[in-house]
């Protein structure tokens, strides 16, 4: 069943969700202020939190962004009284899924919860948890050889899934160009220092962001994965 936890402190509002989403068949789980709220999205399951902004003991930002930081991934939509602009933007920088802006319609809100739990039920299907890893904006399986960015499949060769494995494997520590020549290609064919490092490029355009590297040049010596 469908578990969704709503953290609201206006009465009439979480009364009126908590029966509204009962009525459409969802298990709903209810906390009136932000201590409740974020201890009950730490440790218990859900399928999505709506999340009010403004709350006694935690607000709602606060919520998202420590959920977020101790690896809660559960979709959250961030209920906001506030419209200003910089409010969404806040929340959703901070790891929010989606918004909405009260006074909301019924309608809408349960359009956007749709949405999301299909996104999250797609995500689930296709990205079996135990075998897909997350590398920057690609999930990765290693032993399917399947990249997938979203719900887009990411083309990648035989040989960018080998060098991503063995730097995946050691992630955090150098790896140096040897160590990758010996692991990725072995003994029988040695391409140059140019080859790899054309890899490397390809591999970068297909995990990061403009803002984030996660495959870093160790001049001189070789590369080093960031997670
Ligand atoms: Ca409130």
Known sequence: ???????????????GLRDNLEFEGYEVET???????FRKISNEEFNLVL??????GMSGLEICKQARKKGIEVPIIMLTARSEE????????????????????????????????????????????????????????????????GNEQVKMSHKEFEILHYLYKNAGRI???DDLLDAVWGLDYQPTARTIDNFILRLRSKIDTPATQHIITVHGIGYKLVL
């Open 86 to 149: 910089l409010d969404k933007v806040l929340g959703l920088e901070l790891g929010a899924d989606d918004y909405i802006t009260k006074p909301f319609s019924l309608r809408e809100l349960l359009a956007r919860i749709k949405a999301i739990l299909r996104r999250t039920a797609r995500k689930g299907n296709q990205a079996d948890q135990s075998s897909y890893v997350t590398i920057g904006l690609l999930s990765v399986s290693f032993d399917d050889f399947d990249a997938l960015s």
């Open 51 to 56: 999340l009010d902004v403004m709350l006694p």
């Open 1 to 15: 069943m469908t578990k969704i936890l709503i953290v609201e402190d206006e009465q009439p509002i979480l009364t």
């Open 31 to 37: 906390a009136d202020n932000g201590t409740d709220g």
């Open 175 to 177: 790896v140096s160009r």
